[in-house]
């Protein structure tokens, strides 16, 4: 029998057919975050103690005990961000902030002797997000924003397709949201300023991309406004990075000005589709 403790930041491993469930390893009170290898196993968690607030890493050994391998300030919203494993399983990717921009770039620290090493970083723009495989959930990719987004691979299969996307679809910003066990059949997302976001099923072996769905289908065909960058200077002559959305059919002159200020010091605009600007 359980107690409530035994409960408390655990893992379980539930046969979804039956229903039985099987104590896989515990956490602890402090524990909020764990990471798989993708095929059923613990590999990490993270713990978070307070005053100072401090995350911990810690590696589950081979004999299901648990290794402290690093200590990460995690006031100010920072912390250790894991964000999953490399796609040979050898080492943790990281988010980390860097230099004196602080911009959000990865690092891969090895399982083998917790060495940690540089893996992407760009001094002007944010790592958005890693790229992870649906169905084991390995990093095999990050998404980067200047003014749109793209998508960039580490696995060559994927650098392939990514640019068979962008070559497919001029003009727009190309996302492959996921694919089945084979690889060949993707489900891909394409946007621009000008046109909301479709779906396609794709096929990789006949090149088929039939379309599965469109948002805001009934704007086909409707005149939408040009969006373009527009950098502007702060008083202190910072430059920042906005976009301006043109009405179409109008001479871009003593037009009026609505101004959407983006939530929160961590948000950005892009060049995509946005419902409001074009509304």
């Known amino acids: ?29 402090d524990t909020r975050d764990w990471l798989m290898d993708g095929h059923g196993a613990v590999v990490a968690r993270i713990d978070q103690t307070t005053n100072p607030r401090l995350d911990h890493l810690k590696l589950r050994t081979s004999s299901g005990s648990w290794n402290e391998v690093a200590v990460a300030d995690a006031s100010g919203g920072y912390g250790l961000g894991l964000m999953g494993l490399t796609e040979d399983g050898k080492a943790l990717v990281q988010s980390v902030f860097q230099g004196d921009n602080g911009t959000a770039a990865l690092t891969v620290r090895s399982l083998a002797d917790n060495s940690e090493k540089p893996l992407v970083a760009d001094p002007r723009y944010d790592v958005d997000e890693v790229l992870q ?6 990093v095999i990719g990050y998404q980067v924003t200047a003014d749109e987004a793209k998508d960039v691979y580490f696995n060559p299969a994927f650098k392939a397709l990514q640019n068979g996307l962008q070559a497919a679809f001029p003009g727009a910003v190309p996302h492959a949201v996921t694919w089945d066990l084979s690889q060949q059949k993707v489900i891909v997302s394409i946007d621009s300023p000008t046109q909301p976001p479709i779906y396609f099923l794709l096929d990789r ?17 409707a005149a939408l406004g040009e969006m373009k960058p527009y950098i502007y ?39 995509s589709f946005n419902p409001e600007s074009q509304f």
């Open 205 to 221: 072996q006949t090149h088929n991309a039939a379309p599965i769905r469109k948002v805001f289908a009934s704007l086909d065909g």
């Open 133 to 138: 495989d649906p169905w084991t959930k390995r």
């Open 233 to 271: 200077k702060a008083r202190d002559g910072l430059e920042i990075p906005g976009y301006l959305t043109l009405p179409p059919g109008k001479p871009a002159k003593k037009l009026p000005l609505v101004v959407f200020p983006h939530g929160g010091p961590m948000a950005r605009d892009s060049l």
């Open 1 to 29: 029998t359980l107690s409530m403790s035994d409960l408390l930041n655990a893992m379980f491993k539930v046969d979804v057919t039956t229903g039985v469930s099987e104590l896989v390893t515990r956490g602890s009170m």
